[in-house]
């Protein structure tokens, strides 16, 4: 097949398939729909009466927990699939609850993958599909609003834990302090590679390009660092990029990185990165396949570790779907289903050739992925087989889930036992795939016979015409509303730029953690020995105007001294956090360049005070606004101030003087 074609079917099949429901019975698809919708609030309900505010819902005690940070995360996964279901009135209430209650700034640690897809991918896709609810939007909307601030500023906080040798993220950050002092550089592939869809939707939205930049690093990273045979292994280590792990496959730690890379294509038209993905697609054919299951092996060798297949691995048939490859994907859709007819349930774990549940992981927690797979499909053969897969998943999930609140993961699928859990997915994707599934008309499969035009100041957005991008929790991104802002945003491409964060500087944590980084490779951020020295002297709580390495060059940047516009404070602070060296080259070629300094607010945090002093760090050697150098990116904090954008401790602080002000990322040399 022709790369160009192939690509075209992205497009075309990944986003807005045909559809004709002639061979489904109508007045069925409604009885399905009736019972997918009832599924959902049955859930949602029991939530809200029992598991509101924590994270998730304990269905059989009938109470509440808390698991990836504390911030209701089901409401927010679940929001946009109430617009999915037709309710603007509930979608509109809860987006404003959220909006008045959510306080990401909180000494909490959480999981830097999971916040990504669960809360900034919530957050982004209510705010793209709130014109249907009747909220109020501003004038400037898709471009700003406030579920858009939210996910800004929880993804500032995330980007810390890039903040590495590789530009690949650590597995957990804390969204206040940074990555814990002990944070282990180890973290599974999909934790690097699963970012590119929701960071290119906020710099695209924005303007910012630092997210975009990031994830492409990310991904950039674990491209060099594939092995020979062009796979991947299910673990690397984020300072070093030497794998942990070598075990590669389609599953658990290694998933949604392929999926990352055909979406993000799509959703950004970058066709390097689908590109990447039909270079690991012939190798997973052929070293992984075995007729049409999927089995693991050795990244180095190609040879043959494991024959399971992994509840998760049921994403794949969509994902093959979405290429063009239909009688693949409808193959292995029913190798995958035939274990759910077995067990009315996916174990995490299947042994092919014993044909059971690998001891120990029996456990359904009513994962979406194999519906998922069936939609996308279903949407692409039309085959009504399928329409009765789902009913088949439908009602196993009515009959062997229920609980007294809500539903409940499967303990053992051979049994049928319960666990007192119902994560979040379960209502972000399960009941909503399975809704989708029966709902062919469902205004996120619009096959772009419609749209709906928004007046804005930028002129006419087009949206809602089928151009939407689903997350790995599906939250559907709406890839039209993005060109209404991004002509405002030069991110360039992964090979274009060597993306070193500074965020870094504003955590102590984060700091430690680059200055005892290993040697980087040679295309990366080099960190000279005067500058680590530079380093401890600045967060032991010194105060420099200027400072040089051996040859006499000067290597950094920073002097912090106290702003008293909130009280008079004569002793000097220096802030917890660390201020990046250059090389000796980078020195050289910016310390000439023309155009005024540039000044960050930074708002330090005091024991037990939320709010304290505002400081000033200036950016020495006339590393300006106006230079053209691509390493140096300004950002404009005073424009955000006037256009009511979020303050952030990470990018622009709360904004205290009239003065013009800036954030300054350094990229490599």
């Given at each position: 097949?022709?790369?160009?074609?192939?690509?075209?079917?992205?497009?075309?099949i990944?986003?807005?398939?045909?559809?004709?429901?002639?061979?489904?019975?109508?007045?069925?698809?409604?009885?399905?729909?009736?019972?997918?919708?009832?599924?959902?609030?049955?859930?949602?309900?029991?939530?809200?009466?029992?598991?509101?505010?924590?994270?998730?819902?304990?269905?059989?005690?009938?109470?509440?927990?808390?698991?990836?940070?504390?911030?209701?995360?089901?409401?927010?996964?679940?929001?946009?699939?109430?617009?999915?279901?037709?309710?603007?009135?509930?979608?509109a209430r809860?987006?404003?609850?959220?909006?008045?209650?959510?306080?990401?700034?909180?000494?909490?640690?959480?999981?830097?993958?999971?916040?990504?897809?669960?809360?900034?991918?919530?957050?982004?896709?209510?705010?793209?599909?709130?014109?249907?609810?009747?909220?109020?939007?501003?004038?400037?909307?898709p471009?700003?609003?406030?579920?858009?601030t939210?996910?800004?500023?929880?993804?500032?906080?995330?980007?810390?834990?890039?903040?590495?040798?590789?530009?690949?993220?650590?597995?957990?950050?804390?969204?206040?302090?940074?990555?814990?002092?002990?944070?282990?550089?180890?973290t599974?592939?999909?934790?690097?590679?699963?970012?590119?869809?929701?960071?290119?939707?906020?710099?695209?939205?924005?303007?910012?390009?630092?997210?975009?930049?990031?994830?492409?690093?990310?991904?950039?990273?674990l491209?060099?660092a594939?092995?020979?045979?062009?796979?991947?292994?299910?673990?690397?280590?984020?300072?070093?990029?030497?794998?942990?792990?070598?075990?590669?496959?389609?599953?658990?730690?290694?998933?949604?990185?392929?999926?990352?890379?055909?979406?993000?294509?799509?959703?950004t038209?970058?066709?390097?990165?689908?590109?990447?993905?039909?270079?690991?697609?012939?190798?997973?054919?052929?070293?992984?396949?075995?007729?049409?299951?999927?089995?693991?092996?050795?990244?180095?060798?190609?040879?043959?570790?494991?024959?399971?297949?992994?509840?998760?691995?049921?994403?794949?048939?969509?994902?093959?779907?979405?290429?063009?490859d239909?009688?693949?994907?409808?193959?292995?859709?029913?190798?995958?289903?035939?274990?759910?007819?077995?067990?009315?349930?996916?174990?995490?774990?299947?042994?092919?050739?014993?044909?059971?549940?690998?001891a120990?992981?029996?456990?359904?927690?009513?994962r979406?992925?194999?519906?998922?797979?069936?939609?996308?499909?279903?949407?692409?053969?039309?085959?009504?087989?399928?329409?009765?897969?789902?009913?088949?998943?439908?009602?196993?999930?009515?009959?062997?889930?229920?609980?007294?609140?809500?539903?409940?993961?499967?303990?053992d699928?051979?049994?049928?036992?319960?666990?007192?859990?119902?994560?979040?997915?379960?209502?972000?994707e399960?009941?909503?795939?399975?809704?989708?599934l029966?709902?062919?008309?469902?205004?996120?499969?619009?096959?772009?016979d419609?749209?709906?035009?928004?007046?804005?100041?930028?002129?006419?957005?087009?949206?809602?015409?089928?151009?939407?991008?689903?997350?790995?929790?599906?939250?559907p991104?709406?890839?039209?509303?993005?060109?209404?802002?991004?002509?405002?945003?030069?991110?360039?491409?992964?090979?274009?730029f060597?993306?070193?964060?500074?965020?870094a500087?504003?955590?102590?944590?984060?700091?430690?953690?680059v200055?005892?980084?290993?040697?980087?490779?040679?295309?990366?951020?080099?960190?000279?020995?005067?500058?680590?020295?530079?380093?401890r002297?600045l967060?032991?709580?010194?105060?420099?105007?200027?400072?040089?390495?051996?040859?006499?060059?000067?290597?950094?940047?920073?002097?912090?001294?106290?702003?008293?516009?909130?009280?008079?404070?004569?002793?000097?602070?220096?802030?917890?956090?660390?201020?990046?060296?250059?090389?000796?080259t980078?020195?050289?070629?910016?310390?000439?360049?023309?155009?005024?300094?540039?000044?960050?607010?930074?708002?330090?945090?005091?024991?037990?005070?939320?709010?304290?002093?505002?400081?000033?760090?200036?950016?020495?050697?006339q590393?300006?606004?106006?230079?053209?150098?691509?390493?140096?990116?300004?950002?404009?904090?005073?424009?955000?101030?006037?256009?009511?954008?979020?303050?952030?401790?990470?990018?622009?602080?709360?904004q205290?003087?009239?003065?013009?002000?800036?954030?300054?990322?350094?990229r490599?040399?």
């Amino acid at each position: 097949m022709v790369a160009s074609t192939t690509l075209l079917r992205i497009s075309i099949i990944a986003v807005c398939f045909t559809f004709s429901a002639s061979s489904v019975n109508v007045k069925e698809l409604k009885r399905l729909r009736r019972r997918a919708r009832a599924l959902f609030y049955r859930g949602y309900n029991a939530y809200l009466q029992h598991g509101y505010p924590r994270d998730e819902l304990q269905p059989l005690s009938c109470d509440g927990v808390d698991t990836w940070g504390g911030y209701s995360l089901t409401l927010i996964d679940a929001l946009d699939t109430l617009l999915v279901l037709g309710n603007a009135t509930e979608f509109a209430r809860v987006a404003r609850m959220l909006i008045r209650d959510l306080d990401f700034d909180r000494d909490i640690n959480v999981s830097v993958f999971e916040t990504n897809i669960r809360v900034v991918g919530g957050l982004l896709s209510a705010h793209l599909l709130s014109h249907r609810s009747g909220l109020h939007l501003s004038a400037d909307w898709p471009c700003s609003g406030p579920l858009l601030t939210l996910a800004v500023d929880v993804a500032r906080r995330l980007l810390p834990a890039f903040a590495t040798p590789t530009g690949m993220p650590f597995g957990t950050v804390n969204l206040k302090r940074g990555v814990p002092v002990r944070e282990t550089p180890v973290t599974c592939t999909a934790g690097v590679g699963t970012f590119i869809v929701e960071f290119a939707t906020l710099s695209r939205l924005t303007g910012d390009p630092i997210f975009e930049r990031t994830a492409l690093k990310a991904l950039d990273s674990l491209w060099e660092a594939r092995s020979p045979k062009d796979l991947v292994g299910n673990h690397i280590n984020v300072k070093t990029a030497g794998w942990t792990a070598l075990e590669s496959g389609i599953g658990a730690g290694i998933d949604s990185y392929y999926e990352y890379l055909v979406k993000g294509s799509v959703l950004t038209g970058n066709r390097t990165l689908y590109d990447m993905f039909l270079v690991y697609n012939s190798s997973i054919h052929a070293h992984l396949k075995h007729g049409d299951w999927y089995v693991w092996a050795n990244m180095n060798t190609g040879a043959k570790t494991r024959a399971v297949f992994q509840s998760l691995e049921a994403f794949w048939p969509g994902l093959q779907a979405s290429v063009g490859d239909v009688s693949a994907a409808r193959r292995t859709l029913q190798r995958f289903h035939s274990v759910w007819s077995r067990y009315g349930g996916l174990p995490e774990f299947y042994d092919i050739f014993a044909g059971r549940p690998t001891a120990g992981r029996e456990t359904y927690p009513l994962r979406p992925e194999l519906i998922e797979s069936m939609l996308w499909v279903y949407r692409a053969t039309k085959d009504s087989a399928i329409i009765d897969m789902g009913r088949d998943v439908l009602t196993a999930l009515e009959r062997t889930a229920t609980a007294d609140c809500g539903f409940a993961t499967i303990k053992d699928v051979r049994f049928h036992s319960l666990s007192n859990r119902m994560e979040s997915f379960f209502l972000a994707e399960t009941t909503k795939y399975l809704y989708l599934l029966f709902d062919p008309d469902n205004f996120l499969l619009n096959n772009g016979d419609s749209s709906t035009v928004v007046p804005t100041p930028r002129g006419d957005c087009i949206v809602d015409s089928g151009f939407y991008v689903f997350n790995t929790e599906a939250h559907p991104i709406d890839g039209g509303a993005l060109s209404c802002c991004s002509k405002e945003t030069d991110v360039g491409v992964a090979k274009e730029f060597d993306f070193q964060p500074i965020v870094a500087k504003y955590f102590k944590e984060a700091a430690e953690r680059v200055t005892e980084a290993e040697p980087p490779r040679s295309n990366s951020f080099k960190v000279t020995p005067g500058c680590q020295e530079l380093q401890r002297r600045l967060l032991s709580g010194g105060s420099y105007s200027e400072v040089s390495d051996d040859d006499g060059q000067p290597v950094a940047v920073g002097v912090v001294f106290s702003d008293v516009t909130e009280g008079d404070y004569s002793e000097e602070f220096v802030i917890d956090g660390i201020v990046d060296c250059l090389t000796e080259t980078a020195v050289k070629k910016l310390v000439g360049t023309d155009g005024e300094a540039i000044v960050e607010l930074l708002e330090a945090e005091k024991e037990k005070h939320r709010v304290s002093k505002t400081y000033k760090l200036t950016a020495l050697h006339q590393l300006a606004t106006k230079s053209k150098d691509p390493r140096v990116y300004a950002h404009d904090c005073q424009a955000d101030f006037r256009n009511s954008l979020p303050y952030s401790p990470l990018t622009c602080p709360r904004q205290t003087t009239e003065s013009r002000l800036y954030s300054i990322t350094f990229r490599n040399p």
